[in-house]
């Protein structure tokens, strides 16, 4: 079966809005909205294909860019390998130079748009943050949801509330104020049991390795407007993952933490390996911070999931 390499964009404007464009009905899909880009001809590096085909198909030249992610996707009569940037600056004003409608839209509202299916990996990795905060551990719930608090105002868009030390019930009573404190701001992810996915419809679930392992077969566990991730620690948990059909996960431990000295580590090469094969938003996790994004974007993660590195002081 042909396999076509196709670069494509996410194109953020000043506000923040993403631009998709809807594909001609006489393509492959046609319709159906996208993201800009075309095909990667011979010879020809990604973002040299990206930054002519946003030339021809928009009339504006990248400024600045960055891979986002790459999705391998088979449809019954041929395979596509996308090649996503973030086009974050650019000159010049979008407008459809082949006559195909554009529409500048919310990160939030692209689920409300119909997609090719390989495109929806493309959406969640458009939707998240590039940083991942898990509270930690040993902290009294008022003070937690203080520190939550000055997360929020420094930016922090995505949550995980971690506190396995706690009770059940003293758990679920700081996810009812965390769900608040974060309402408008940010992604909350809870942890615990399926029983209280009904109870929490605003928030996401975060599966550990275990229920990742004992549910995947059973496929994903509520619809897909809500986020749903798992931890991850190697091949076999990045393929449960798909099978579950998660939003994004966590790999680690790429480095040494303080919370599992001697733990064996992946490092930044097998880390890379591992995310080059799987279609998903993933965040490299165990040691990193905010000066690890770089590497880490480098590696093919989304970003950095961080304890220490993203609490406030």
């Known amino acids: 079966m042909k396999c076509i390499h196709v670069a494509a964009a996410v194109i953020r404007s000043a506000d923040g809005r993403i631009l998709i464009a809807k594909r001609p009905l006489d393509k492959h899909q046609g319709g159906l909205w996208e993201f800009p880009g075309g095909k990667v001809e011979a010879g020809e590096s990604v973002e040299a294909a990206l930054a002519r085909e946003l030339v021809e198909e928009l009339g504006i030249r990248v400024t600045r860019a960055r891979p986002l992610i790459q999705v391998r996707h088979a449809y019954p009569d041929k395979q596509v390998l996308l090649d996503v940037w973030e ?120 599966l550990t390795a275990r229920q990742l392992r004992e549910y995947a077969g059973n496929g994903r566990p509520f619809p897909a407007q809500r986020w749903l991730a798992a931890s991850c620690h190697d091949a076999e948990e990045l393929q449960l993952a798909t099978l579950m059909g998660v939003d994004f996960v966590t790999l680690s431990p790429v480095q040494p933490t303080h919370s599992h000295p001697g733990t064996p580590v ?26 690890d994004l770089p590497p880490a974007l480098q590696a093919g993660a989304q970003g950095v999931a961080a304890v220490r590195g993203f609490w406030p002081d």
Request: hydrophobic content about 45%; charged content about 20%; aromatic content about 8%.
């Open 266 to 291: 992946l490092g930044w090469a097998k880390s890379s390996t591992l995310l080059a094969g799987f279609n998903h938003p993933a965040y490299l996790l165990g040691g990193l911070g905010a000066d």
């Open 87 to 206: 086009v974050s600056a650019f000159e010049g004003e979008a407008h459809g130079a082949e006559g195909q409608p554009l529409a500048w839209v919310q990160a939030r509202d692209l689920p409300d748009y119909q997609f090719p299916a390989a495109n929806l990996p493309i959406i969640a990795a458009a939707r998240l943050p590039d940083r991942y905060l898990i509270t930690p551990e040993g902290l009294e719930p008022q003070v937690l949801l203080k520190g939550l608090k000055v997360a929020l105002d420094a930016g922090i868009r995505l949550v995980q509330l971690r506190a396995p030390a706690m009770f059940d019930a003293q758990y679920r009573d700081m996810a009812v104020d965390a769900v608040g404190l974060c309402a408008g701001r940010a992604q909350l992810m809870l942890k615990g049991p399926r029983e209280w996915l009904g109870d929490f419809p605003s928030a996401g679930w975060h």
